[in-house]
């Protein structure tokens, strides 16, 4: 790592690099906790290329790569369309590299994040054929594509008395999650290892279930 510093200090120095705003005076490119490396730069596209350069040359010398899984990468004030810009160039460096983005497929040990941007890729990629959006005449919307790819599940009976605008959020949500059967009740804790006893809480004699707590515990029948 040390040489990485050596290396960062003399292309800043020689070329023409733009430090992050706040870092300007000490002329700080970088800090290095432990094995984590934090990296500052001004957001244009010339101090990003620079940077990416000065990595790869490291990479190239010590053998260390880049985990893209541990990696990210933080904007503030930076205008969206150079934001955009530099997203796109950095996905193209880190992962695309130059393949064809319509047929690219995402490695296997990728994030399960652009794992999931490859997938949305590949559904658009089904209804978008040379130039044209297939699902309406009118061409692309927001609305014909987020229905494109949203899950479709099948409308359910009580639909209507958990989601309405008169209900509590909060109440609705836990409600959901109740005729879900996906509560943290203590016969779903024992098998995650949380507790040892599965006993309903409140009797201390069955076993505490969505159904015993809400049916047939002789309390609540009470």
């Keep these: 790592m040390e040489y990485l510093s050596r290396v960062l200090s003399f292309v800043t120095a020689k070329m023409n690099f733009k430090y992050h705003a706040l870092c300007g005076q000490l002329k700080l490119t970088h800090l290095m906790l432990a094995d984590d490396l934090l990296l500052f730069i001004k957001g244009d596209i010339g101090s990003i290329m620079i940077l990416l350069r000065v990595y790869a040359t490291f990479s190239a010398a010590s053998g260390v790569q880049m ?42 040990d990728s994030s399960w994040s652009w794992k999931s941007v490859c997938r949305v890729k590949d559904q658009f990629k089904q209804v978008y054929s040379t130039g044209t959006w297939t699902l309406q005449p009118k061409g692309y919307s927001m609305n014909s594509g ?38 943290p009740l203590k016969d779903r804790l024992v098998q995650y290892g949380v507790c040892t006893d599965d006993r309903c809480c ?21």
Excluded: M
Aim: with cysteine; charged share 20%.
């Design 67 to 108: 985990n893209t899984l541990k990696s990210n990468i933080y904007f503030n004030g930076v205008a969206t369309d150079v934001k955009d810009s530099l997203w796109v160039k950095w996905v193209n460096h880190i992962y695309i590299k130059g393949a064809n983005w319509t047929d690219y497929t995402p490695k296997q």
């Design 146 to 183: 987020y229905q494109h790819i949203r899950f479709k599940f099948p409308e359910v009976s009580w639909h209507k008395c958990i989601w309405n605008k008169w209900r509590v959020p909060k109440h609705s949500f836990i409600n959901w999650i109740i005729i879900r059967e996906a509560l």
């Design 202 to 222: 409140i009797c201390s004699i069955h076993a505490e279930t969505h159904t015993h707590l809400f049916q047939q515990c002789d309390y609540n029948k009470a």
